[in-house]
Nanobody
Framework: EVQLVESGGGMVQPGGSLRLSCVAS????????MSWVRQAPGKGPEWVSR????????YYADSVKGRFTISRDNAKNTLYLQMKSLKPEDTALYYC????????????WGQGTQVTVSS
């Protein structure tokens, strides 16, 4: 069974930082491109960041560029999202997803981890 399990979410004050992790089981992510997608309450999904299988290419939504950093450790089968200078508008459920192509529709999704930015 393929599973993507996110962790690292929580509540943080504006300006704070969090690091999200996504551990894969049942598949090797080393040949897969990966993404982080978020969904805020009452809104549709928003793609946050993508990374190629070899970490050679990364992409970010304008709303997070310069504040978030996507990375991966294929040996640990794990995807990361380092988030800094968090804003209230970053509050959302954050999902990781695997894709067979950097802009392809995801094949697998995690269950999400909640990030809440509030004073």
């Amino acid at each position: 069974e393929v599973q993507l399990v996110e962790s690292g979410g929580g509540m943080v004050q504006p300006g704070g930082s969090l690091r999200l992790s996504c551990v894969a089981s049942g598949l090797s992510i080393s040949s897969l491109d990966m993404s982080w997608v978020r969904q805020a309450p009452g809104k549709g999904p928003e793609w946050v960041s993508r990374i190629s299988s070899d970490s050679g290419s990364t992409y970010y939504a304008d709303s997070v560029k310069g504040r978030f950093t996507i990375s991966r450790d294929n040996a640990k089968n794990t995807l990361y999202l380092q988030m800094k200078s968090l804003k209230p508008e970053d509050t959302a459920l954050y999902y990781c997803a695997s894709m067979r192509g950097i802009f392809a529709t995801p094949d697998y999704w995690g269950q999400g981890t909640q990030v809440t930015v509030s004073s």
